[in-house]
């Protein structure tokens, strides 16, 4: 296999290898394209199909975990047989095709382009942002300044993306919004097409072994063979997500996987590797929790805005596009923060990062369930504390994901650093998962009773929201059953979040030891 270190490309522009541009612009119009169809998916289920919110939230669930978890099969196909580019063009033209079927109005193209977005996201996904590490030699100082500006294209197309395609889909339709979408995810493979017609990646990405790749098998090379299975994939994960109240079967599967194949990995490296590899999986496991908690939005924050919050100049679906406009705005200034912390040498290393992230996520959760505190008679809170929580989990996320993604590459055994990336992502495959479960939560029915009305849970409830579980019984309105059940929720599940935090911060010393020079 090449090195993915060796001959990196020289050609600079603002101090960065050139190539970063390139996956820059490349990423940002792919996440357009995801982020455009994800703002609009959960209010198209509930209000053109007529789904249930229980329904709509398991099949957002099975959607965005199984999105995270062909990464995983997407890097070792990468790694071994395809190479980054040839996977990132195959990626691309999966969920191209997928967002374009999104426009017909059928059960089987519902499903099945969800599908082709999954199986399409598996092989973007992980070479994308493996490409982005391959552009730096080990122990670069600009590795993390360089994946913030990478996040940044991730957030801009992200920021954008809600705002014009919620805009469209009011205006024209639903189709249309999507349609949008689809266009977005072309102009992102047109990017990258362009960047390595123009050498700006050297020779990072190719085919590993190019005597594997053209062996045939039933008269196709490996690479034929390889476009062949993944449409032909297509209609299992349609079901899957159709069936989505077994997912947890394949929660099992994935988790026996993973387990047993990191565990060959763990044998096959050195002592040092082995360390790294730890805390890998280990920042992994934290991405997890973390995604469980933040990605509420796009599910239940996106109809709490709809149905309790005085929104100001946007709609429900647009509010997806806050996290990301603050992401734009700070981006840069925290690629230059870890900058001047390095020159300074007092930059925090990555597993204090990790803990500081999820105090902040933590925090910018019961900022949510504090909005109840401004209620109004209409059930509804001020549009201020979405902003300003959505302020504070961004602090949080800028902490935690890109230099996440960063550490990554540098902690993975080096012939295996794109598996491990796509178990990187895998956190979202979880996170995705539980945060369906979470989401759920926020269902609610006159006469039921919440899990966090009573004892200690409800006393968080009532110190953080000001109210109490008397509104279950005394208020027959439903929407503010439906303002409690949030509230209630985002509260505790902030609180236990900062507790993780702390924990994390404690150990940060004993995680400090096991990455071997790794900042």
């Known amino acids: 296999?090449?090195?993915?270190?060796?001959?990196?490309?020289?050609?600079?522009?603002?101090?960065?290898?050139?190539?970063?541009?390139?996956?820059?612009?490349?990423?940002?119009?792919?996440?357009?394209?995801?982020?455009?169809?994800?703002?609009?998916?959960?209010?198209?289920?509930?209000?053109?199909?007529?789904?249930?919110?229980d329904k709509s939230f398991g099949i957002m669930a099975a959607y965005m975990s199984l999105v995270y978890v062909t990464p995983m099969i997407g890097g070792m196909i990468a790694d071994k047989y395809l190479g980054y580019r040839k996977s990132i063009i195959l990626g691309g033209v999966l969920m191209a095709a997928g967002h374009f079927f999104l426009t017909i109005e059928y059960p089987v193209f519902f499903y099945g382009s969800l599908a082709l977005i999954i199986v399409g996201n598996g092989f973007f996904k992980p070479n994308i942002s493996t490409m982005v590490g391959t552009l730096y030699t080990e122990g670069d100082k600009r590795r993390d300044s360089g994946f913030t500006i990478f996040y940044l294209g991730i957030n801009l197309g992200g920021a954008i993306a809600p705002l014009v395609c919620a805009w469209i889909a009011e205006i024209y339709g639903w189709h249309y919004g999507f349609l949008?979408?689809?266009?977005?995810?072309?102009a992102g493979l047109f990017v990258f097409k362009k960047?390595?017609?123009?050498?700006?990646?050297?020779?990072?990405?190719?085919?590993?072994?190019?005597?594997?790749?053209?062996k045939k098998t039933f008269g196709l090379n490996r690479g034929g063979l390889i476009w062949l299975l993944s449409w032909g994939s297509v209609p299992l994960f349609a079901l899957i997500i159709?069936?989505?109240?077994?997912?947890?079967?394949?929660?099992?599967?994935?988790?026996?996987?993973?387990?047993?194949?990191?565990?060959?990995?763990?044998?096959?490296?050195?002592?040092?590797?082995?360390?790294?590899?730890?805390?890998?999986?280990?920042?992994?496991?934290?991405?997890?929790?973390?995604?469980?908690?933040?990605?509420?939005?796009?599910?239940s924050i996106t109809l709490f805005a709809d149905r309790n919050i005085n929104l100001i100049g946007i709609n429900a679906a647009q509010t997806n596009s806050i996290n990301s406009i603050w992401i734009v705005l700070l981006a840069f200034p925290f690629a230059g923060l870890w900058t001047f912390l390095n020159k300074k040498r007092i930059n925090p290393n990555s597993a204090v990062k990790f803990g500081l992230g999820?105090?902040?996520?933590?925090?910018?959760?019961?900022?949510?369930?504090?909005?109840?505190?401004?209620?109004?008679?209409?059930?509804?809170?001020?549009?201020?504390?979405?902003?300003?929580?959505?302020f504070i989990?961004?602090?949080?996320?800028?902490?935690?994901?890109?230099?996440?993604?960063?550490?990554?590459?540098?902690?993975?055994?080096?012939?295996?650093?794109?598996?491990?990336?796509?178990?990187?992502?895998?956190?979202?495959?979880?996170?995705?998962?539980?945060?369906?479960?979470?989401?759920?939560?926020?269902?609610?029915?006159?006469?039921?009773?919440?899990?966090?009305?009573?004892?200690?849970?409800?006393?968080?409830?009532?110190?953080?929201?000001?109210?109490?579980?008397?509104?279950?019984?005394?208020?027959?309105?439903?929407?503010?059953?439906?303002?409690?059940?949030?509230?209630s929720v985002y509260s505790n599940f902030g609180v236990i979040t900062m507790g993780i935090g702390v924990f994390a911060l404690m150990i940060s010393p004993f995680i400090k030891r096991l990455m071997e020079g790794v900042h």
């Open 358 to 390: 999820m105090l902040f996520l933590g925090l910018g959760f019961v900022i949510f369930g504090f909005s109840a505190q401004g209620v109004d008679e209409f059930a509804k809170t001020p549009m201020f504390y979405l902003v300003f929580g959505y």
């Open 1 to 53: 296999m090449e090195s993915n270190y060796a001959n990196v490309e020289t050609q600079e522009i603002f101090g960065h290898p050139k190539g970063l541009l390139y996956l820059f612009f490349a990423e940002l119009w792919e996440r357009f394209s995801f982020y455009g169809m994800k703002a609009l998916l959960v209010l198209y289920m509930t209000k053109s199909l007529l789904y249930s919110d």
């Open 242 to 299: 159709k069936f989505n109240e077994f997912e947890h079967y394949l929660v099992w599967i994935a988790s026996i996987f993973l387990i047993t194949y990191i565990g060959y990995i763990m044998i096959k490296v050195t002592t040092k590797e082995r360390k790294r590899l730890l805390v890998a999986v280990y920042f992994t496991g934290l991405y997890a929790l973390f995604a469980a908690v933040f990605e509420q939005a796009g599910s």
């Open 180 to 186: 949008l979408a689809g266009i977005g995810m072309l």
């Open 393 to 487: 989990v961004t602090v949080g996320e800028l902490f935690l994901s890109p230099i996440g993604l960063s550490k990554i590459t540098e902690l993975s055994p080096l012939q295996y650093v794109t598996f491990i990336m796509g178990v990187w992502f895998s956190a979202n495959f979880y996170g995705h998962f539980f945060a369906g479960k979470i989401a759920k939560l926020t269902t609610v029915k006159v006469g039921e009773t919440n899990p966090f009305s009573q004892g200690v849970l409800g006393k968080i409830t009532e110190i953080i929201t000001g109210m109490s579980e008397s509104v279950l019984y005394e208020n027959t309105n439903e929407t503010f059953l439906q303002l409690y059940s949030y509230v």
């Open 195 to 214: 960047g390595t017609q123009s050498s700006v990646f050297g020779n990072k990405g190719l085919v590993p072994n190019i005597d594997h790749y053209k």
